[in-house]
Nanobody, 121 residues
Framework: QVQLVESGGGLVQAGGSLRLSCAAS????????MGWYRQAPGKQRELVAV???????KYVDSMKGRFTISRDNAKNTVYLQMNSLKPEDTAVYYC???????????????WGQGTQVTVSS
């Protein structure tokens, strides 16, 4: 079994910054893409950013220049640095990892429990 544990959410004023972390643990063979998604109240979950095992990154246009995704493969951890936060960034942020379990052949999607980010105006 694989677990993803997020941390770093909280309350911040508009224009402020937060750094989210997500650590994967358990029976891990390898981790391919890791990413962050978010879900605001009454809205569908949406992609924020993705990073491959080779550290190629992809961002949703509205986050480009404000958010930076990175990862530490040795620690099985992905980060999301969020700067210039806006009230519309308020959401629950979820970590996602595509993992090939130890002794496994196939890739599976795993999700963290979510961390609340609230940006006040």
């Amino acid at each position: 079994q694989v677990q993803l544990v997020e941390s770093g959410g909280g309350l911040v004023q508009a224009g402020g910054s937060l750094r989210l972390s997500c650590a994967a643990s358990g029976s891990i063979g390898s981790i391919n893409d890791m990413g962050w998604y978010r879900q605001a109240p009454g809205k569908q979950r949406e992609l924020v950013a993705v990073i491959t095992s080779g550290r190629t990154t992809k961002y949703v246009d509205s986050m480009k220049g404000r958010f930076t995704i990175s990862r530490d493969n040795a620690k099985n951890t992905v980060y999301l640095q969020m700067n210039s936060l806006k009230p519309e960034d308020t959401a629950v942020y979820y970590c996602n990892a595509r993992v090939v379990p130890q002794f496994g052949l196939y890739e599976y999607d795993y999700w963290g429990q979510g961390t609340q980010v609230t940006v006040s105006s």
